[in-house]
């Protein structure tokens, strides 16, 4: 239109699915639970599993086994930078707040990838750089909250990553993403600082909601997939 700058901003952001009230731990056993029947195998990798304590998800009737840099009496040592040190393809993996301390978050998601079996799922979850609290940080400090200096200094936290990117990401290494959704709760009147500026921010935008997100991606059949298991799957 004549006379007006027109900025193409590109697609849409995906929009969350809901906004939830919970934690990474209950957003993840509560994934599984629902999921178990679909999954290709019963068997799920917690990938730096902090203190092991989604060991719980045995209750379900799945098997755990847990990995992290270093090996200790719960974990395996795996370095996500480098191909799964085992040769059993997991049904189902966890990444909870875990890909924000990750220098290459690409590289890491194509190893795990190749190391769940087509149609297995991968709960990622991570802060929120778009929730309400985080953007107004960035706008009177330049960065995102869980993001400072000190952040990476004392919590490792090397990479913001927005909901978008982390879609691009999944899809270079062969997943598709089923679900998005926020955690941690909206934010209440009077319970925080600039608590009615972070509401608004909420009712404006869904995404604004929740100090963290969580997405729920599958290890997509055509992508990735040796001959084998695509047969194995579809019967053929």
């Given amino acids: 239109m004549r006379g007006r700058l027109i900025r193409d901003r590109g697609p849409r952001p995906r929009k969350p699915d809901a906004n939830l009230n919970l934690d990474r731990y209950e957003f993840a056993f509560e994934t599984l639970a629902s999921l178990k029947a679909k999954l290709p195998a019963p068997s799920v990798y917690d990938l730096g599993l902090g203190d092991g304590q989604m060991q719980r998800i045995e209750s379900l009737g799945l098997r755990w086994k847990g990995f992290d840099q270093t090996a200790w009496s719960k974990a395996e040592r795996w370095d996500l930078a480098e191909p799964c040190p085992i040769e ?11 890909i924000e301390h990750c ?15 087509c149609e297995g ?15 107004l940080h960035t706008l009177v400090f330049g960065w995102p909250s869980g993001f400072t200096g000190l952040d990476l200094a004392q919590n490792h936290h090397v990479l913001p990553i927005w909901p978008h990117v982390l879609e691009k990401f999944l899809g270079d290494a062969g997943f598709v993403v089923d679900q998005y959704v926020t955690l941690d709760g909206v934010s209440g009147l009077f319970r925080h600082r600039l608590s009615f500026a972070r509401m608004l921010i909420e009712k404006l935008d869904r995404s604004a909601c929740g100090m963290s997100y969580a997405v729920i991606a599958r290890k997509s059949l055509h992508s990735l997939c040796m001959p084998g298991q695509i047969e194995d799957l579809t019967g053929s």
């Fill in 88 to 98: 059993e393809k997991a049904g189902a993996a966890l990444l909870l707040d875990v």
């Fill in 121 to 135: 799922r991968l709960v990622i979850t991570t802060p929120n750089p778009r929730w309400s609290a985080s953007r």
């Fill in 103 to 117: 220098p290459n978050p690409g590289l890491v998601l194509k190893n795990i990838a190749a190391a769940l079996l």
